[in-house]
């Protein structure tokens, strides 16, 4: 293979192939050598009983051919070998998810208690036969073409394939140093690290394609942040996520070779992310592009609409920040929106406020725009135009799939011809009654139709207590009830059992996530495990939930938060 002059410097560092069947740990560069592994090969809840590779993102591609690490324009490349730099101070395992360990890297809950996998998810060791990688990118940021972007902080450390055949790239976030690095420092803080294994998880509890975070663990390393931009730096920790997905590859991946006129590149690519997960499409497809676009335009409406249906504003949505799978990556200033406002925006450094969550849909097209624009040059005049077409087919897939979420979310079956009009009426009076977005759905789940014809609002359902102080609400309910009495073959009991199984009682509210981050400053972790429990099954009542508050009206100090780009 061409990137064998890569293999002696881990070989060197190779600590148990001999010992423990083919596999092993390899400490980091500046890592401390390991000690054998131990464990019986039996058991997979070691690490050595288990592999990583990174063939089949070597193989298909050259790579830098610069193997020192420092910021750099880099060419004619899709990954750049570098190796994590592991953290100078105490570092402690703050989280995992055993769902992700258990179910997808098919490793045992109990290999958490390892100092292997400690120094694993901590960046100190490799996995034996992993080539560690950082992945070159551009994007558009905020509208504007910022040029080579790429994994600034971010370690590709191999590929699991598990035991039902599905491949999962493993990175980590916060690890140090890349030739993307720009003006960057490679590592991330302790608030930020939290927020986003919380919500990797919690989205995907919620039904919406993500990324998943298998652990999280906090160093005593000093990391200096300037949290608003304001020029009040302060002293924070430094932590890493160790992030899956399915593949990283995003539209900033294709973008980055087009503007660099790499076209060759840019069809070896596009070729090879088709072939490994767009398996419904030809290879020797002729259309093969145009199919590509058509299913990454119809996916990227459906995610925006999930996203929409549960209240959730991404904050930074660059193209260096959208999957080409159309899963949800890259958290930073995100949020669930508390009060209904379609102007809301998470990310106190949106200035433009240009990606309020009532914007995401155009956006999207923006950056679905630009995906198409680096693929105009592998496509003939006439597939331009078909790939025009199928863009501006994007809102009618957006409008399509956010009304037959709202309708889900509403118990509506069936087709009306006023249902665009009855789901456009209730978001306009939760706008005017700044009524909350997700209990106000949760509570009409839970509330009965007898209860809202009378108009008798029990005080626990307090989201519909304020939107019940609109002068429409009266209106609104006639119109709803009449509706519901056309769903055939329904019933009140059937109605709220099927609308609970949708909306949320419990999301990642940004005072929630907060209040995690304050304790966890102080050592004390044990809302972020609440929180990673109680997340898991968002539709469900739980008794430890209602007792911390979380379906509660949020605290009039969350009304003050913020969060930035500052991560």
């Known amino acids: 293979m061409w990137w064998r002059p890569w293999l002696p410097a881990c070989l060197a560092w190779s600590c148990v192939a001999a010992l423990c069947g083919s596999r092993g740990l390899c400490p980091a560069p500046n890592a401390s050598r390991p000690q054998p592994c131990q464990c019986p090969r039996r058991r997979a809840a070691e690490l050595c009983a288990w592999a990583l590779s990174s063939d089949s993102l070597l193989d298909p591609f050259p790579v830098d051919v610069i193997q020192e690490n420092y910021v750099r324009n880099v060419r004619n490349c899709i990954f750049s070998v570098v190796y994590p730099t592991p953290f100078k101070s105490r570092v402690r395992l703050l989280a995992v998810s055993k769902d992700v360990l258990e179910n997808i890297l098919d490793l045992d809950i109990s290999v958490k208690g390892s100092s292997d996998f400690l120094e694993f998810v901590s960046g100190g060791k490799v996995i034996f036969g992993s080539v560690p990688l950082a992945h070159r990118y551009g994007g558009h940021q905020f ?228 995906l198409l624009q680096a693929l105009k040059p592998l496509l003939d005049p006439r597939q331009k135009q078909l790939a025009s077409q199928i863009l501006e087919g994007f809102g009618e897939h957006y409008h399509s799939r956010f009304t037959e979420l709202f309708k889900t979310k509403l118990g509506l079956l069936g087709e009306n011809e006023s249902d665009n009009y009855l789901i456009a009426f209730l978001l306009k009076i939760m706008e005017d009654t700044k009524a909350d977005f997700t209990m106000t759905f949760r509570e009409l789940s839970e509330i009965t139709a007898d209860q809202l014809k009378k108009l008798h609002i029990p005080e626990e359902f307090w989201a519909l207590q304020d939107l019940s102080k609109h002068k429409l609400f009266s209106e609104w309910v006639t119109m709803y009830l009449l509706r519901l009495n056309s769903n055939n073959g329904d019933s009140d009991a059937k109605r709220r059992t099927r609308m609970a199984t949708v909306n949320p009682r419990y999301i990642l509210r940004n005072w929630m996530a907060e209040s995690a981050v304050q304790k966890a400053n102080l050592n004390d972790f044990s809302e972020v495990e609440l929180l990673e429990q109680v997340l898991q099954q968002p539709f469900q009542r739980q008794e430890t939930a209602e007792r911390a508050g979380y379906s509660l009206r949020p605290p009039a100090w969350a009304r003050h938060l913020k969060v930035s780009c500052s991560s």
């Open 143 to 370: 509208g504007s073409w910022a040029g080579q972007l790429g994994d600034g902080r971010a370690h590709l450390i191999g590929v699991y394939t598990n035991r039902h055949g599905e491949k999962w790239e493993l990175q980590l976030k916060g690890s140090g140093k890349t030739p993307y690095s720009r003006n960057g420092d490679g590592r991330a803080v302790l608030r930020s690290s939290i927020r986003e294994f919380l919500c990797s998880e919690a989205m995907h509890h919620l039904g919406i394609p993500t990324s998943r975070a298998a652990s999280l663990v906090v160093s005593d390393d000093d990391v200096w942040r300037d949290q608003f931009y304001n020029g009040n730096i302060k002293k924070e920790r430094g932590a890493i996520v160790l992030r899956v997905a399915k593949s990283w590859f995003r539209i900033g991946s294709l973008e980055i070779l087009a503007h660099s006129g790499e076209l060759d590149l840019l069809r070896r690519l596009l070729d090879f992310i088709i072939q490994e997960q767009f398996p419904s499409i030809a290879m020797n497809d002729s259309n093969r592009y145009l199919e590509f676009f058509s299913t990454v335009v119809s996916e990227t409406a459906n995610l925006i609409s999930l996203w929409m249906s549960v209240g959730f504003a991404h904050g930074v949505c660059n193209t260096d920040n959208f999957s080409l799978l159309s899963i949800t990556i890259d958290y930073g200033p995100f949020g669930f929106m508390d009060s209904y406002d379609p102007d809301f925006v998470p990310n106190t450094s949106d200035d433009e406020r240009r990606y309020k969550i009532g914007n995401q849909a155009s956006v999207g097209l923006f950056n679905l725009s630009k």
